[in-house]
């Protein structure tokens, strides 16, 4: 067994072999690559050819999707636990405004690096892998194994990190979401429902003869949007996440096109998105959407709805007394010196795809809020992920 004493001695020493200069570079390199859902695979190549030349094993382009793979390589450091680092390949499109920097420029400027992208999170992965180099430089005595897995579609339905983690088993994990260097347990879920709102078709000038769907899915919206749902929870649970499961309808599709011909709607479709907390059931929010239309159907009689569950995926919370949750606190300890809370997102991570079998935590540079024109990152925020990821890979692994 280390002492508390050695195992300082094995982060500090691990943490003096960090290349800062080479992580810098590398996170400006990764910003001048596009990679917009479903454009991943120059991303990938890049990422792929880092590990390659840095003499990572098992390197290859997971198959996942035409032409958006998972970057994919491991250290092997002999028996042991196997730990992962890994995130998404794939951004949100770009934002306009930009004036300080190009969004793909990679810029250096006053101390930050600009790019479209580098917080969610293109910065996490280079940190992450520059973090497993400086545990095999160090030379520190650890076992076992050290993956890297930088996955497509997260944006999409979380295809390449199903993929990852279907091929691949880990006894701990870090996703390197956003968190502003802070310690997070877990995220929130998604539920998509679709309401189509039912009237009656007629021609424009008959319209007394007509149901107007978009007209009672407006007044479902209405109800939906004033939504309060505030299931039971944990205390724990209420107090990382909060109190309500949010419910905002996001989407509305109804009518005809532009230019078509002169028709009242039959149909309104409303695509309610539903932000639950972990361990709040598809059932429950579903009570409470029915508590809504029965509501709107009472006012106007003439409502009628069908409701479709579109789209799954469940909350993350990771138990603090675990020891992925204790091992990333001992880790922020060693950066800082400093005991560091720990917080949970209102944003969906991969985790809802993998969470419920891989034992993981949440930990990245950059914050609130992103995908904004000029969005940039703080070499010390950068610097200091790789230290955190650093410690943690050398307590995880030390023999």
Not at 93 to 99: K, M
Not at 148 to 170: P, T, W
Request: hydrophobic content about 40%; some cysteine; proline content about 6%.
């Amino acid at each position: 067994m280390w002492s508390v004493m050695e195992k300082s001695a094995a982060v500090a020493k691990a943490i003096a072999s960090i290349d800062t200069a080479r992580v810098v570079e590398l996170v400006r390199q990764v910003c001048r690559i596009p990679s917009v859902l479903g454009d991943e695979k120059a991303f990938a190549e890049y990422l792929f050819g880092v590990m390659k030349d840095s003499g990572f094993t098992d390197v290859h382009l997971q198959d996942v999707l035409p032409d958006r793979p998972n970057a994919v390589g491991e250290l092997d450091f002999g028996a042991g636990p196997r730990v992962v680092f890994t995130g998404h390949l794939d951004t949100k499109p770009v934002s306009i405004g930009w004036t300080e920097a190009e969004p793909f420029s990679g810029d250096l400027i006053d101390g930050h690096v600009y790019g479209h992208g580098i917080m969610d999170m293109k910065a996490a992965l280079v940190c992450q892998l520059v973090a497993a180099e400086a545990v095999r430089s160090s030379g520190v005595p650890v076992s076992g194994r050290l993956g890297f897995a930088g996955v497509s579609d997260h944006m999409g339905d979380q295809l390449g990190s199903i993929r990852y983690f279907d091929s691949y088993s880990a006894d701990l994990c870090v996703l390197g979401e956003l968190s502003d260097n802070e310690i997070y347990l877990g995220h929130r879920g998604r539920y998509y429902f679709d309401i189509t709102a039912q009237g009656l078709s007629a021609h424009t000038c008959h319209k007394p003869l007509a149901v107007n769907a978009n007209m009672l899915a407006a007044k479902a919206i209405i109800e939906l949007d004033a939504s309060r749902l505030t299931p039971e929870l944990e205390p724990w649970v209420r107090d990382l996440f909060g109190e309500e499961t949010y419910m905002a309808p996001g989407r509305v599709y109804g009518g005809l096109p532009p230019g078509g011909p002169s028709m009242i709607p039959d149909e309104c479709v409303i695509r309610l998105d539903c932000r639950p907390q972990p361990g709040v059931s598809v059932e429950t929010v579903r009570a409470e959407l029915d508590r809504c239309l029965d509501n709107v159907a009472r006012v106007d009689p003439r409502f009628r709805a069908r409701i479709e569950l579109a789209d799954v995926k469940s909350g993350y919370v990771a138990d603090p007394e675990t020891t992925v949750v204790q091992t990333m606190v001992e880790a922020v300890r060693e950066v800082r010196g400093t005991e560091p809370p720990l917080k949970a997102a209102g944003w969906l991570g991969d985790t809802a795809s993998f969470g419920d079998k891989i034992p993981t935590v949440i930990f990245g540079p950059g914050g609130e809020p992103v995908y904004c024109p000029n969005e940039r990152l703080s070499v010390d925020d950068i610097v200091e992920a790789t230290q955190v990821y650093t410690a943690f890979a050398t307590l995880a692994l030390l023999s």
